[in-house]
């Protein structure tokens, strides 16, 4: 059993306590919270300088592209980063395993403890299927043209089933609304049964993505038309977020959101990745358009970003917002674990096993264990 106290505590689900104290069990098992020291014997605190909050969650990543680790130039634009991500494949199968472990020790070391994943291979499976941290994953379906909508579709099943079959949580999802035609999404909806918990989507990424649908030009559109995808993804659709009725109204996680406007917003989640967004396009969501108890924050994958760190993505979001402590910690860990469904994690509550994270002035992190 162990007494865990710092300047500050913060549950996340209920308001920060100064110098109050968390008991937790040998294997992090949250058994109660003191609002005062002296409630415990002095012999059994452990006192630290800095903050102590639940481990973080970290909502949108791709584990399995971490070997494109500096390879994409930076703020050249979303067409520019997919054709970098197609060179996926370039590289062995020892080098892409070597650098999955490399980035969940990073995430790891980091204080992260859950993680939203996307999945266009089986390539991480070795990796998750260790445990170490809990992982959601997307298995993606990126297909624009009308004609490979079965074999698409019959491919992912067969991979969410290598995910499922590990006891590994795993959904089939929609990449992005300019990538996957109306037809596509109602059979993704169709398929959803009691373990899936929620779905992802890349969201309004790119300016020229709201350009496609409502002007039905630009470049997204020259791109998509060039490679002959089905016409149906901008006839049929206005704006990106016309899918979501496609989707049945499921539970959704949005992410990046970067070139979203205020009408956009539903009652959905929303995932920012603010450095991932800096690093292709050079820009940021408008956070004001956000409710701030629904958005999450992920770190993308090492393709876009150098870093696998939420603390860093919030020291990104500070700056751009008037969002407190409190709330930039919600954002963090309680609004990601609720989002992908993670109980164990998140807050402070009683039976939880959220992890610990210590963190003295937002630039410097460890994690008790
Ligand atoms: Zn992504």
Redesign the pocket.
């Known amino acids: 059993m162990r007494f865990l106290t710092a300047d500050y505590l913060f549950p996340l689900y209920k308001a920060p306590i100064k110098e109050g104290v968390l008991q937790v069990s040998d294997k992090g098992e949250v058994i109660a919270l003191f609002e005062n020291r002296n409630e415990i014997p002095q012999d059994k605190l452990e006192v630290f300088d800095g903050i102590i909050c639940p481990g973080f969650v970290n909502a949108?990543c791709?584990l399995e592209l971490s070997h494109l680790l500096g390879i994409a130039k930076k703020e050249k634009g979303f067409l520019d980063f997919l054709a970098t991500v197609q060179k996926r494949n370039n590289f062995t199968k020892d080098a892409i395993q070597i650098a999955i472990e490399n980035a969940e020790q990073q995430m790891i070391a980091n204080g992260i403890v859950g993680v939203g994943d996307?999945c266009n291979t089986a390539d991480t499976l070795l990796q998750k299927r260790k445990g170490n941290l809990q992982y959601y994953n997307f298995i993606e379906i990126f297909g624009a043209h009308e004609n490979k909508i079965e074999a698409i579709f019959n491919d992912s099943i067969d991979l969410r089933n290598q995910f499922r079959d590990a006891k590994i949580r795993a959904t089939i999802v929609p990449h992005a609304p300019y990538s996957v035609p109306p037809k596509m999404m109602r059979k993704i909806a169709g398929l959803i049964d009691e373990k899936d918990e929620v779905l992802a989507i890349?969201m309004q990424e790119a300016l020229a993505e709201n350009e496609l649908f409502e002007s039905k030009k630009g470049a997204f559109y020259n791109w998509l038309s060039n490679i002959a995808a089905s016409s149906e993804i901008w006839k049929k659709r206005n704006r990106s977020i016309d899918i979501l009725a496609e989707l049945g109204n499921n539970k959704i996680l949005l992410?990046?959101n970067t070139f979203s406007k205020k009408e956009d917003i539903t009652d959905n989640y929303y995932c920012t990745?603010p450095k991932?967004n800096l690093y292709i396009e050079n820009s940021l969501p408008d956070y004001f358009i956000f409710n701030s108890e629904k958005l999450c924050v992920g770190t993308?994958?090492l393709t876009s970003n150098n870093s696998l760190s939420i603390l860093e993505e919030l020291q990104i979001i500070r700056e751009n917002t008037d969002f407190d402590l409190n709330t930039l910690l919600k954002i963090a860990s309680k609004n990601g674990a609720e989002a992908l469904g993670f109980k164990q994690l998140g807050t402070f509550e009683k039976g939880k096993i959220p992890g610990v994270n210590l963190i003295k002035g937002l630039n410097e992190i460890k994690v008790i264990e």
Request: charged share 10%; glycine share 0%.
């Open positions: 949108h791709h996307i890349h992410v990046h990745c991932a993308d994958s």
